[in-house]
């Protein structure tokens, strides 16, 4: 992992300023082999150690600036001086020229810090998608900060202690959503934020917001013939400039069109990394070799099994610096280790087609819920809800049963309606979480975070707010710190062609009718690969990296005694009732492995990471 860390302020009492910074940068370095790079002051220092991600400093009488991530340069002059003298250096260039507006010059993920020390001012910022992440605290009237929560805490001014609404989020999220963090006053930026610190105040605000076109006159050939050009260019962008580059190969059609974009580019046949699992519904490996044998790519494959997952569980669960419940985090650490013996260090991943082109599920769902928006309401309210809410022994009628769910969800507005399967509204909360607990948060914040972020979406229709939302909560949370988090720990760099910014406003612009075409998910992302990926591929339910960890927990004697264990330890600590905990096992062998799996998981993973970071 390559950390950036550091503080701007009036120390609030007499500290050794290098055996601070020092402690910080090594709290959180993951790897021997990282290179130290630091540069100090009285009231300002920051560092980074870099490892496989670039990552450099630079300061000279004026200006400190510090940044980690694979950054592209829009301004060919401010590329050529990070090319000789480090993205750093490059950085500090661009805020002497634009002063308040060098952050659009970035392209590409980056966390970064910058102090104007003449201005006693220093500002944090992380990418527009929030590949990266930045985490901050004020301590005593100093600013502390880093990307790793573990060098926060490691600085001898700051007292983390957990907080219970973060805890609340993370079983409601799985995990815990910029811009809270696990520990009470520590705050995480959000996607395309700047925090601007001076005179002991933090101002935040953003410096990018994702502008939709509802509907566009582009024609669909233009569109398509677009797409594929900056498809291209996203791929070309980390083969141009890191050595030793390979590619996830899931077999969905994310990852097939990041293979195809390789194999049209790259200077050799392109090397894939898939893995499998011995559980049915669960192994897309058939679907990954008819990608590598399409593109005629080097492919290796490893089969995960319950062994690896019992083994690695306690180091994913350890490696994370807040709880992460995420399942697929496991299989995803395989696969970066595969390619990495492998000798690759730099991966391509998929992430994010969904989340711009419409390829969730739900959001087809929400489109049939919105049909019965468009019933004049005085017939809804007037003649339907009464005779079908109303309607006599419904219940054990299947028409009239499934009819009244739909109408009882289409009267949930969006962004609502999306989380009535959320474990959290399946069953009381009272009957989840101690009293004890739940009078210490707001059971509604999490609701109300993901109603802000919908409603602030620029545009009109539903499908495109919900992408938006899923920018954030969805990719930026989840999905990004999944893969970010488990490729750091097995020593490799991560690049999201898909996500590249220039194909991200792209898709801002394809119009909403072409990203689900009637009942079809991401038509035009398909359409425009017609000719590019196997029918197979393009036809192809959605499965991912998914792990059979409630299918296995019942057979494999060792998950049941890893997952028994550690939900006996946290029904001790208090946030959940011990008969909620004794009735998940209940309900996993009464036959709904699969779904009640998925909560014993995320206990599991917050007892395991509580041990390790207590």
């Not at 060098?151 to 995990?175: D, G, K, M």
């Not at 087809?364 to 819920?369: A, G, M, S, T, Y």
Request: glycine share 8%; aromatic share 10%.
């Amino acid at each position: 992992m390559s950390t950036l860390s550091g503080w701007a302020g009036k120390p609030g009492r007499d500290t050794s300023e290098p055996i601070r910074l020092d402690r910080m940068l090594c709290a959180a370095r993951r790897h021997a082999d990282g290179t130290l790079l630091a540069a100090r002051g009285t009231t300002h220092a920051m560092g980074v150690v870099a490892d496989a991600k670039p990552a450099s400093v630079y300061f000279d009488e004026s200006i400190q600036a510090a940044i980690v991530g694979n950054v592209y340069w829009q301004d060919p002059q401010l590329a050529d001086l990070a090319k000789r003298d480090g993205d750093a250096r490059a950085l500090a260039e661009a805020y002497r020229q634009r002063r308040g507006q060098y952050l659009p010059l970035l392209r590409g993920a980056f966390a970064l810090a910058l102090s104007d020390i003449a201005a006693g001012e220093t500002q944090l910022a992380i990418d527009p998608l929030g590949i990266e992440r930045l985490c901050y605290t004020l301590a005593r009237g100093q600013l502390v900060f880093s990307n790793s929560l573990d060098s926060i805490r490691a600085h001898p001014e700051v007292t983390a202690r957990l907080s219970p609404q973060a805890l609340f989020n993370y079983f409601y999220f799985q995990n815990i959503p910029a811009p809270e963090t696990i520990y009470a006053g520590v705050s995480k930026l959000q996607p395309g934020e700047v925090l601007t610190f001076s005179a002991g105040e933090i101002k935040r605000s953003r410096y990018w917001n994702m502008h939709y076109r509802d509907n566009g006159p582009e024609s669909v050939d233009a569109l398509v013939a677009e797409f594929h050009r900056l498809l291209d260019s996203g791929v070309r962008k980390p083969l141009d400039r890191f050595p030793s580059i390979g590619a996830f190969l899931s077999g969905g059609t994310d990852s097939s069109s990041v293979t195809a974009g390789m194999a049209r580019v790259g200077p050799s046949a392109p090397k894939t990394f898939s893995i499998g699992f011995d559980a049915e519904g669960y192994d897309e490996s058939g679907y990954a070799r008819i990608t590598a044998d399409r593109f005629h790519t080097d492919h290796r494959h490893y089969y995960v099994t319950g062994d690896d997952v019992c083994n690695t569980v306690p180091r994913v669960a350890a490696y994370y610096d807040e709880p992460f419940g995420n399942a697929s985090a496991v299989p995803t650490y395989h696969c970066a280790r595969l390619a990495r013996d492998s000798g690759v260090e730099n991966l391509l991943a998929g992430d994010g087609g969904d989340e711009i082109f419409g390829g969730n599920e739900r959001y087809l769902k929400q489109k049939i819920f919105g049909y019965y928006e468009r019933i004049p309401a005085p017939l809804r309210r007037g003649l339907l809800e009464p005779a079908v809410l109303h309607f006599p022994l419904g219940e054990k009628l299947s028409p009239v049963r499934k009819l009244r769910s739909y109408i009882e969800q289409a009267n949930i507005p969006l962004p609502d309606r999306l989380e009535t399967y959320n474990f959290l509204h399946r069953d009381s909360l009272e009957s989840i979480f101690s009293a004890d607990f739940l009078r210490e948060v707001d059971t509604h914040a999490p609701l109300n975070a993901q109603r802000e972020v919908y409603n602030a979406a620029d545009s009109a229709a539903s499908l495109n707010r919900m992408l938006f939302l899923d920018l954030k909560f969805t990719l930026a949370d989840n999905d990004l710190r999944k893969v970010n988090g488990m490729c750091e720990m097995a020593g490799v760099n991560v690049h999201y062609p898909l996500i590249d910014m220039d194909m991200v406003e792209f898709a801002a612009r394809v119009p909403v009718d072409l990203k689900i075409k009637g009942h079809k998910l991401r038509w035009f992302f398909k359409h425009a690969l017609k000719d590019t990926l196997a029918t197979e591929t393009l036809t192809k339910s959605k499965h991912g990296f998914g792990l059979p960890f409630g299918v296995w927990l019942n057979d494999h004697a060792g998950l049941h005694e890893l997952a028994s264990d550690s939900l006996e330890k946290i029904k001790a600590r208090g946030y959940l009732r011990p008969d909620y905990i004794d009735a998940l096992w209940a309900r996993h062998r009464a036959g709904h492995g699969s779904y009640y799996g998925t909560m014993i998981w995320i206990c599991m993973m917050l007892e395991q990471w509580l041990e390790s970071h207590s």
